[in-house]
């Protein structure tokens, strides 16, 4: 039995146009599915948040269905000011079909940036952001 090993893809530059129209800006954070960048979408002229799945599931059918499905989803929410806004998802032709979500851009920091510069959150607070 034979086993074939594919490369990995490799994730954008900063810099570089994907897709034919998201100029990659800048790295926003990654987690366990994907890497958000900062892009401009030149269809929109505007900023917004590209989501690419990481690239040990391109090609996985099972981690794409899961991403394509949380786009489906979020696309389906009535606009509300706690939600981000889901633009347009699929595929990027020009990177192997490479899975991606492009998102309304939020302004702001991150969770780990605000507990790094004012502690721990008062249970309250905590609470009112979860809900």
């Known amino acids: 039995m034979t086993s074939v090993l594919r490369a990995l893809p490799t994730l954008p530059a900063l810099g570089e146009v994907v897709g034919g ?4 800006l800048d790295e926003l954070g990654s987690g366990g599915m994907g ?4 892009a401009r ?10 989501k690419l799945i990481v690239p040990r599931y391109v ?3 099972d981690r794409e269905r899961r991403f394509f499905l949380e786009a489906s989803l979020g696309g389906r929410v ?18 192997d079909e490479w899975p991606f979500v492009a ?21 309250r607070r905590a609470a ?3 809900r």
């Open 21 to 24: 129209r998201f100029e990659i």
């Open 35 to 38: 890497h958000v960048y900062r």
């Open 41 to 50: 979408d030149r269809e929109r002229r505007r900023e917004i948040a590209l």
């Open 59 to 61: 090609g996985r059918p």
């Open 78 to 95: 009535t606009p509300h000011p706690h939600i981000v806004e889901i633009l347009d998802s699929g595929r990027l032709a020009d990177l």
């Open 103 to 123: 998102m309304g851009l939020v302004e702001g920091r991150s969770l780990p940036t605000y507990l790094v510069l004012h502690g721990p959150m008062v249970p």
């Open 128 to 130: 009112t952001i979860a």
